[in-house]
């Protein structure tokens, strides 16, 4: 389990910022180890502010909502730079679903860690052919800590790390749940793509 390096010491003379990835395939998650970690932050008085991005309202227009029904509050935004203005001043600063957002989203997270926020970010590794995802590797790449969470196949009960869409589709992004996506172990996974291409 991850422990923070220095959560809510408010001694320190000089805030210290720095960046935490947290990784995965779909339903591996991520998003409840973001909130475990945003509400120990707020548990020690920390001033936290949550982000996701716009286009993402599967299950509510300003909550982040994990899959088994934990929620906290956040301010949906268009652009990675919005979250600059909306962030100033804050400890520390959780992004869901980060692999939406474009590459400007790594300056962005530089930048705040840069001026002493603590920046944690969660998002998928992969997409659905198992990619790297957006703006994701370049993060994991300038993280100091980075958290790579796993899933239980769908197909055979094995560890997780692959994000396969059911549905016949070659948008990239397809918002979706468990009718769209199941987790797969990497076996399962090529004997899936497999199949779709038949
Ligand atoms: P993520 O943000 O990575 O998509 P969430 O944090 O929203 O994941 O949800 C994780 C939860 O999803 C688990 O605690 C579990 O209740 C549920 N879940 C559904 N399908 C699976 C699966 N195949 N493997 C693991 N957890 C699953
Ligand atoms: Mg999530």
């Known amino acids: 389990m991850f422990i923070e390096p220095r959560v809510g010491n408010k001694n320190y003379s000089a805030r210290r910022g720095w960046i935490e990835v947290i990784c995965g395939s779909m339903f591996s998650g991520k998003t409840e180890e973001l909130i475990r970690r945003l509400n120990r ?13 716009a286009i993402d309202t599967r299950y509510h227009e300003v909550d982040v909502v994990s899959h088994n029904a934990n929620a906290i509050r956040s301010t949906p935004v268009k652009l990675a730079n919005d979250m600059l203005l909306l962030a ?4 520390v600063v959780g992004i869901d679903e980060a692999q939406f957002f474009d590459e400007a989203l790594v300056e962005v997270c530089v930048r705040l860690a840069n001026n002493g926020t603590r920046v944690i970010i969660a ?10 995802f957006g703006p994701m590797p370049a993060l994991m790449a300038i993280a100091e800590y980075v958290t790579k969470v796993h899933a239980v ?22 918002l979706g749940e468990t009718d769209t996506y199941e987790a797969r172990c990497r076996h399962c996974f090529q004997e899936g793509m497999k199949e779709n291409q038949k």
């Open 41 to 53: 932050a707020k548990i020690a008085k920390q001033c936290v502010e949550i982000f996701k991005p």
């Open 88 to 91: 100033s001043g804050c400890d």
């Open 123 to 132: 998002g998928l590794d992969m997409d659905y052919l198992g990619k790297p």
């Open 153 to 174: 196949c769908m197909s055979c009960g094995d560890i997780a790390s692959y994000s396969f869409r059911k549905a016949a589709s070659v948008e990239r992004i397809v």
